[in-house]
């Protein structure tokens, strides 16, 4: 099977609609059928190019099962470094919603006088939107 052109900085994902858990840094390295792809939290590890399924708009899909195990292990603990709520601040403090009005109506900054269009324009439009009235025959006829 032969791939598409896989360039550096292609984001990877393991499948159509997932979340991308990478990207390309090199392409064979050393010769060898294998992508070097940056993975979150885990570093850059190789990724046979056997295990990827489809090249499409920049984006590398691969198959779980064509990773190796250390590779599954890497991207199931993608997450593990994601601090929320941050221990530090202890719990989020969820705050109820105003009831004061709070969006301003900023309608009166737009509304200016009604422009009423010349009646060879467009209706709406500016100026240089004008109607074709006649069309001239070549030889001005």
């Known amino acids: 099977m032969k791939l598409p052109l896989i360039e550096v900085g292609y984001e990877v994902f393991l499948g159509d609609g997932a979340d991308k858990f990478g990207a390309v840094r090199t392409v064979a ?13 885990a570093g850059d590890v190789r990724i046979p190019l056997a295990a ?57 900054l737009y509304d200016g006088p009604l422009v009423h269009s010349p009646p060879d324009e467009l209706p709406g439009r500016d100026a240089g939107a004008r109607y074709i009235t006649s069309r001239r025959r070549p030889g001005g006829k």
């Open 29 to 41: 390295p050393g010769g060898r059928p294998e992508l070097l792809v940056n993975v979150e939290n």
């Open 52 to 108: 990827v399924e489809k090249v499409v708009a920049k984006r590398v899909v691969v198959s779980w099962d064509g990773l190796a195990p250390e590779v599954q292990q890497a991207l199931a603990h993608i997450m593990d470094a994601e601090d929320f709520p941050p221990e530090d601040e202890g719990e989020v403090e969820l705050v109820p919603a105003s009831d004061e009005d709070e969006d301003q109506d900023d309608r009166a």
